[in-house]
């Protein structure tokens, strides 16, 4: 705590020695996209970020609005609540559920690309945002080990696929082994299809 309010450091902004304010979920989230989008290409401006909240369960990202008509294109990300009192587990989940702002999907199922894509930003954002220098090790679910452990395989034959497949198509659900073939990259079928699969639900 530095303040007198109760309130975690890290949720709290304060300023600094060097007229500087600490970083906040609202400014990390500034830093990922800007981070992600020079990376991977440009996200979909049509949906509207609107914040970040706490709840019971896993982090994800859902639409307020989305029922309504027309629906209104909100986007918000909620994080599980031990980021309450964590700021390294904030910056790991807030950065992992900002990649999925990239092409939004309304109760659609994510690629196991996306998902490992998201996790492989994560643990980037934590060694340099914490540190974290074991970064990879901070990722124990396995499907998402497996699915990250994927997309490095093919940043590894090609640094630059990511934006190169939006470029051909911006949606990770809607990529095919096609749009490989006309973004030009060079990678094993067997590692494309296991890009393109969908994400374990369980």
């Not at 599980?80 to 950065?95: G, I, K, M, N, P």
């Not at 092409?103 to 540190?131: H, N, R």
């Amino acid at each position: 705590m530095n303040n007198s309010f109760g309130i975690p450091a890290h949720l709290f902004s304060v300023c600094q020695a060097n007229d500087t304010w600490s970083m906040t979920p609202a400014t990390y989230a500034s830093q990922f996209i800007k981070e992600m989008e020079k990376r991977y290409g440009s996200r979909d401006r049509s949906w509207t970020y609107v914040g970040f909240e706490f709840r019971e369960g896993g982090p994800h990202i859902w639409f307020p609005g989305s029922h309504d008509s027309p629906p209104r294109k909100h986007i918000a990300i909620s994080l599980s609540t031990e980021t309450f009192s964590d700021r390294q587990r904030t910056v790991y989940q807030l950065a992992h559920e900002c990649v999925h702002m990239l092409a939004p999907v309304v109760g659609g199922g994510a690629p196991v690309i996306e998902e490992g894509l998201a996790t492989e930003f994560s643990e980037d954002m934590i060694e340099y945002w914490c540190g974290n220098t074991n970064k990879q090790a901070y990722t124990s679910t396995q499907k998402y080990i497996d699915a990250a452990a994927r997309v490095r395989e093919l940043l590894v034959l090609e640094p630059d696929a990511i934006p190169r497949l939006r470029a051909v198509e911006p949606a990770f659900n809607q990529m095919t082994a096609d749009t490989f073939t006309r973004a030009g990259l060079n990678v094993p079928p067997a590692l494309v299809d296991a890009l393109l699969a969908s994400f374990p639900k369980d």
